[in-house]
């Protein structure tokens, strides 16, 4: 099960931090993500960090904005989200799997999502 958190209302152009912890797991052993699905549109993948090592890769529409990262004292990936936009409003997904790199379609395991809306 993962959880996530610091979903919210923010304003163009604030920063927001989500995280994501999976209950009963450590996030080391997991590669981990987040995906986000705005209304009226399918859910779209934003960014990951790989299993055995750091490697990151972004959405375009991330890139230069969004920065994610693990941090394995506190069990938790977190994503980094400034110069935020009222396009980026949408429910954020964190996602999990066991393979070496997560999977941009059909994760095995996902959180609940969470709520950012950025107003203009």
């Known amino acids: 099960k993962l959880v996530e958190s610091g979903g919210g209302l923010v304003q163009a152009g604030d920063s927001l931090t989500l995280s994501c912890a999976p209950s009963?797991?450590?996030?080391?052993?997991?590669?981990m993500g987040w995906f986000r699905q705005a209304p009226g549109k399918e859910r779209e993948f934003v960014a990951r960090i790989f299993r055995y090592d750091s490697t990151v890769s972004y959405a375009d529409s991330a890139k230069g904005r969004f920065t994610i990262s693990r941090d394995n004292a506190k069990n938790t990936v977190n994503l980094q989200m400034n110069s935020l936009k009222p396009e980026d409003t949408a429910v954020y997904y964190c996602?999990?799997?066991?393979?070496?790199?997560?999977?941009?379609?059909?994760?095995?395991?996902w959180g609940q999502g969470t709520q950012v809306t950025v107003s203009s």
């Open positions: 996602a999990a799997d066991f393979g070496s790199v997560l999977p941009r379609t059909s994760p095995r395991f």
């Open positions: 009963g797991g450590s996030v080391s052993n997991l590669a």
